[in-house]
């Protein structure tokens, strides 16, 4: 099922009033290093600190009441646990998160503050999707993707129709929009709002390196799954596959895909704190290392539109990158 721009907007009308119209700022230093305009959409700021509620909320708005008081799961690394486990509070359903054992404690302890149950698993050994359908089915619940499904697409979207608006409203013509990828919910979302707003605009995601799917995958011209042998400092990024509703959307639309080294992570995660005095974590800093690394290739010299997507990290990783020891 395709989404379309009018998806986007009625997103945006569900939306108000429960996700945060997240600003678009401007740093003079990170112009001047990078050399051009960069106008940042920080998700860090949004409800559950990332992008992810705009998705859930939008789903969980749309069932039925029968099927609110059944309830929801939802299989998560953090941030769209997060999201789930807001909006489900919000609209009065019990959920459930499938989560790795492994996830960051701050996203585990912010998730159980929403109301959520918890079930974790072993990223390496177990299937979290078959965990999760398990479960759903013996509760009659259903099943929240965070990313393959139009109606989280269409949440996600309502950044880049936010992003678009902003920029004019500043006065700005955006050459190009960038936006870290996992599955690529966020990136379809953006790319569908910003190519009806601005068609001139081009599209650039990052993702990590070992988990460079949507890269592989487009110069395929079909879907690909890896089987990295590494993991990533961006836990959030770690999809071994585009999604089979949103890589049509990025075959479409996106100029390019930039691959970034946790290395390059890390050194963006310190220019945002220091710089812009802003709480990244590695995987929502993926499209500003992208940037300052200069491989944001697209485009011409003008504006850039950045999305910062999430800010969940660890305090202790944040602290050690901050340190110079990631």
Known sequence: MAISFADVQAAAGRLAGK?????????PALNARVGRRVLIKPETLQRVGAFKFRGAYNRLAQLSPAELRTGVVAFSSGNHAQGVALAAQLLGAPALIVMPSDAPAVKLEATRAYGAEIRLYDRLSDDR?????????ARGALVVPSYDDPHIIAGQGTVGLELVRQAQDLGAELDVVVTPIGGGGLMGGVATAVKALSPGTALVGAEPEGYDDTLRSLQAGRRLTLKPAVRTLCDALESPAPGELTFPILMRTLADVAVVSDAEVAEAMRVAFATLKLVVEPGGAAGLAALLAGKVKAGRDGAVGLVLSGGNVDPGVFARIIGGEA
Do not use: K
């Open 19 to 27: 996700a945060l119209a997240t600003p678009l700022i401007e740093s």
């Open 129 to 137: 999707a078959a965990i999760a359908a398990e479960i759903a089915q």
